[in-house]
């Protein structure tokens, strides 16, 4: 009854042997059950047979917190100082949705690092977060590597999220079942949206587990940031042709406008002004104008 162990992620663990690391870690509390136990992780699946454990969530870092996190964090002391005066001074209450969250604060830190600076266009900072998350994060644990179970690469990784975040946008899906998930994920591979094929169960995997974009809520998933599934929904919408985009946004436009995200638009119209003009301003101006016309003909 005298010791506290911290066990501190437990989603590093290689999936070869997490049910063995499991099995000693429910052996070791059983036999001294006196004493108290902390296993941190991202979400996972597997704990949920943990009975014996009870699940606790961190609360959202206040500005306080968010500096006293990135004084504790060992990192190039330079960059570390840099951060911390941009985050005291403005930037904590400029993106405070990210920065009292642990992860994407350490995030935040980390794309700092590449700019000197926390990119003020939000698209810009979504690109950079999603390639920190792909590529570096893991990279100050030390030469710990996570797995990428699908095999794909960043560019086919970020196609096939970016249409996942497409049709689940425009079908107002925040919030999915494991089955709906996969069901996005099967539209993508049966579509050939990349060459690759892949595993829809090992890049739902990914998406929790490796890249951050999904998070576990009961027997549901979210995502970690609801601007990621617009940013990625608006990446995809310039993939498509002005022919397509006019029809598409029109049809959305005047069949869901109550559910319109002014987040999407923006970020649309930052990604491709000219498009943006030419597809949605111009079109809607021209009808206004013989919608104008033919009233007052009338």
């Known amino acids: 009854g005298y010791y506290v162990f911290l066990l501190d992620g437990f989603d590093e663990v290689k999936n070869e042997i997490s049910r063995q690391v499991t099995n000693q870690i429910f052996t070791l509390s059983e036999k001294y059950p006196n004493n108290h136990y902390i296993v941190t992780s991202r979400p996972l699946e597997e704990f949920m047979g943990w009975n014996r454990f009870e699940e606790v969530h961190s609360m959202s870092l206040s500005k306080e917190q968010a500096l006293s996190l990135i004084k504790k964090i060992e990192y190039e002391p330079k960059i570390k100082g840099e951060f911390y005066k941009v985050l005291e001074k403005d930037l904590y209450d400029k993106y405070e949705t990210f920065a009292s969250n642990p992860l994407l604060l350490t995030i935040m830190l980390l794309t ?22 792909f590529h570096r994060h893991d ?153 104008y016309n033919k009233h007052n003909q009338s």
């Not at 990279?139 to 990784?157: H, P, Q």
């Not at 397509?244 to 005047?254: G, R």
């Open 112 to 133: 700092f690092e590449n700019r000197a600076s926390v990119p003020s266009n939000l698209n810009d900072f979504f690109e950079q977060a999603f390639t920190t998350l």
């Open 139 to 291: 990279a100050t644990k030390g030469g710990y590597k996570r797995d990428i179970k699908s095999n794909l690469g960043y560019e086919d990784f970020r196609t096939v999220f970016s249409y996942f975040c497409f049709k689940s946008f425009f079908n107002f899906d925040y919030m999915f079942s494991e089955n709906e998930v996969l069901k996005y994920i099967g539209q993508a591979r049966k579509k050939e949206i990349i060459k690759t094929n892949f595993n829809s169960m090992d890049f739902l995997k990914d998406l929790i587990n490796s890249v951050c974009m999904l998070i576990p809520e009961g027997l549901d998933y979210r995502f970690s940031h609801r601007l990621f599934q617009e940013y990625f929904a608006a990446l995809y919408t310039m993939q498509l042709d002005d022919s397509s985009q006019k029809c598409f946004l029109k049809s959305w436009m005047q069949s869901f406008s109550y559910g319109m995200s002014n987040n999407y638009l923006d970020i649309l119209y930052e990604l491709q002004p000219s498009r943006y003009i030419k597809n949605i301003l111009a079109p809607a101006i021209r009808e206004l104008h013989e919608l």
